[in-house]
């Protein structure tokens, strides 16, 4: 069995305490490691006192859904799904910068009254240490209204957090970072869902050769393709392939970034030096 070092288990004891002195809760639960994670140490602490909700959009794959649905009833948690509607939404569209607030916002007010229909003392979600270093409006709209994060309340971040979800037998320990859809769009850049839909088929095509951390970067006619530098030459290697699955995929030109993957590489657009 893999034991978490002193540190590591202090954080992970320090998140279990938080949960379990919420009483009762509702986990946004996505099926990342993040709210995974938080939506186990609820299940174990809270018993019939958690929840998990999974919200749906054009914004999120599918495939992505499904997984989680899996797992959520692999952890025997009650899951409630709804569907969001952000993209109905202006100010969601239209891509500025706090476009993470105004989808955090419509979550939460989705959210929000199953909360309370189900009587519920709090609602949570997986933030982590390490949003709180990086552009994360979203994290705003959880601020004002009191929803509760103790995986970021703890100091846990990301490798304390995978470190965790192995130790307790988590399949999903070491799965990919994954963000919303539009993420891959450029600031100022609207948001449609033919765009979404073309960003998911692309990425699709790209996991199914093997590719795991994948991001494709959607500039109009151009499929920026960012992976893990490793896998850089071999995707180089599958070249013609790649090209046409991306131009399948409604994509004009293909290229690829030699940086490789990085988190919020799209925020270099309107933030200077990032």
Request: net charge negative.
């Amino acid at each position: 069995m893999i034991q978490l070092d002193r540190h590591d288990a202090l954080l992970l004891d320090k998140a279990r305490g938080m949960v379990r002195d919420l009483g009762s809760v509702l986990v946004a639960y996505s099926g990342g490691v993040d709210s995974t994670l938080l939506l186990k140490l609820a299940l174990d602490e809270l018993g019939e006192g958690a929840t998990a909700a999974l919200a749906s959009s054009p914004a999120y794959p599918e495939s992505e859904q499904q997984e989680a649905r899996v797992l959520a009833r692999s952890l025997g948690a009650r899951l409630v799904e709804v569907s969001t509607s952000e993209l109905e939404l202006d100010a969601y569209t239209r891509n500025n910068p706090d476009r993470c607030f105004h989808c955090k916002e419509e979550l939460f007010d989705t959210l929000e009254p199953i909360q309370r229909q189900l009587g519920l003392g709090h609602l949570a979600y997986g933030a982590t240490a390490d949003d709180a270093d990086d552009h994360r409006p979203g994290h705003g709209s959880a601020v004002r209204r009191g929803v509760r994060f103790p995986l970021l309340e703890a100091g846990m971040g990301k490798p304390q957090i995978r470190a965790a979800a192995r130790t307790l037998g988590l399949p999903n320990w070491n799965k990919p970072s994954f963000a919303c859809l539009s993420s891959r769009i450029p600031h100022g850049t609207q948001v449609t869902v033919a765009a979404l839909r073309q960003i998911e088929t692309a990425e699709a095509a790209l996991k199914a050769l093997g590719f795991t951390q994948v991001r494709v970067r959607h500039h109009g006619d151009v499929a920026r393709i960012e992976v893990d530098p490793p896998e850089i030459p071999r995707l180089v290697d599958e070249r013609e392939r790649v090209v046409e699955l991306i131009r399948n995929a409604g994509y004009k030109f293909v290229s690829l970034d030699l940086e490789g993957y990085a988190t919020g590489s799209l925020n270099r657009t309107w933030r200077p030096g990032v």
